[in-house]
């Protein structure tokens, strides 16, 4: 979607403003966002891309002016309400629990360590040989969905070339909306700041995206 | 349309849930205990893990031994997964290292433009301007803007290469070794090596710069 996630070339925001010494965390809550939202996760009844995209779907206006771990938060509530683990009025307006749905799993202290070591890879064998090979000339589609995609929209239309054939993967596409992982090959494909800014390109700058093969036309 | 775009995501516009973020976090985590969905335990060790055990001083013993072993930098180079999991480092958010290598002519910046991909095996949580707009635009447009924003200034004919993570893999910047070091150790040069220079908004320190920079710093 184009969303108020998809800021590559917006202006406006001013400058970076790094914090020296900055802490892990700003505030207690922040941990404790952090933790939900890994322990949420590790029920297993939502993807990283289905998360993703419910962070990417809160209003721009709100998107915008939220911290992170807010936007997380904002997110987290959407995804539980969605998959029935609480209802609006539990969340907001301090109900009394109900049943919900029931977990597949809960994530215990014991199991943090196993469960982050283990992380979720999401490298996916397909039948398939690669569509391209490094040197070759693409073009990126010029779409724009209204679901979740990970092709930004300055990087749309733009022709580049193929780097690294980089392995195949789940294809956020389809998996963010319950339609299954249908893993492709992903592609290291880099652009000349030329192809894609124009005449305010920075002189030797190249940038590249990892894009998903249904991305890419030939040229 | 997405599947789950039900009326629901337009009850959430009360902004008044937000505006005490301590207070809905709070809530939050008190109904989830409640209904036996998540164990607050879990949380004290998530946050203890990213606290005390996984931060860039991985990423720093990486770049060293990159620095001083040929054979690994080969490694790292082909099969970057495999290499930083031989030091001990691997797991959420590096299930898919690459490593890009800094030279004279060559400088690397790593951003994520649609949400905030980092490698958290090897840098740990990222820091919050990482997150934010004002990186995520301009990092990919105007990077030199972005790297004097961190006191870095790069020789004119420096070329730029900017790595948008916008799949599942995730960038280690090797800096280029400072001069002067030769004859410093791996746990030594470890300590030249800066969070952000793994990230490419910083460059590593000379060992006179990290002697003027206070400990904390550090």
């Not at chain 2, 516009?13 to 209904?35: F, G, I």
Request: net charge negative.
């Amino acid at each position: 979607m184009n969303g108020p996630h998809d800021l590559g070339g917006q202006m406006g925001f001013g400058p970076v403003a790094p914090e020296p010494n900055e802490p892990y965390f700003h505030g207690d809550w922040e941990k404790r966002a952090l933790g939900l939202t890994l322990s949420c996760g590790a029920m297993g009844h939502w993807n990283l891309d289905e998360s993703r995209h419910a962070r990417e779907s809160i209003p721009p206006a709100d998107y915008l002016s939220a911290s992170y771990y807010e936007i997380w938060i904002r997110a987290l509530d959407a995804l539980l309400e969605r998959h029935g683990f609480a209802t609006h009025a539990e969340l907001f307006d301090g109900a009394a629990p109900t049943p919900g749905t029931r977990p597949k799993r809960v994530l215990t202290a014991e199991n943090v360590a196993g469960v982050l070591a283990r992380g979720g890879p999401c490298d996916r064998p397909v039948d398939a040989d690669p569509r391209f090979a490094p040197g070759a000339r693409v073009r990126t589609r010029n779409f724009h969905p209204a679901g979740h995609t990970r092709l930004p929209r300055y990087a749309r239309g733009k022709i580049g070339t193929v780097e690294t054939v980089q392995g195949s993967f789940v294809f956020p596409d389809d998996n963010a909306h319950g339609k299954g992982e249908n893993p492709q090959w992903v592609y290291t494909v880099v652009f000349d700041a030329a192809e894609i800014w124009g005449e305010s390109a920075a002189p030797g700058l190249t940038i590249s995206i990892d894009a998903w093969e249904s991305y890419l036309e030939p040229v | 349309m997405s599947d789950h775009h039900h009326h629901d995501d337009h009850d959430h516009h009360h902004d008044n849930h937000y505006s005490d973020m301590q207070a809905r976090v709070k809530a939050l985590e008190t109904l989830l205990t409640a209904k036996g969905l998540i164990d607050p335990a879990a949380i004290d060790a998530i946050v203890e893990t990213y606290e005390t055990k996984v931060g860039p001083r991985n990423g720093a013993q990486v770049v060293a031994k990159a620095w001083v072993d040929a054979e690994f930098r080969d490694w790292l180079t082909r099969d970057a997964t495999a290499a930083i999991a031989s030091l001990g480092f691997s797991g959420r958010q590096g299930e898919h290292m690459r490593a890009v290598f800094n030279a004279p002519d060559e400088h690397n910046l790593v951003v994520c433009t649609l949400c905030s991909c980092y490698p958290w095996s090897v840098l740990g949580l990222p820091p919050v301007w990482y997150k934010a707009p004002a990186y995520r635009s301009r990092a990919v447009m105007d990077p030199r803007g972005v790297l004097a924003e961190f006191g870095v200034t790069l020789p004119e004919d420096t070329r730029i290469r900017v790595w948008d993570s916008t799949a599942e893999l995730r960038y280690l910047v090797v800096p280029e070794r400072p001069a002067g070091t030769e004859r410093l150790n791996e746990a030594a040069l470890a300590a030249l090596v800066t969070r952000d220079s793994m990230i490419g908004t910083g460059l590593a320190l000379s060992p006179e710069a990290l002697a003027l920079q206070p400990e904390a710093a550090r």
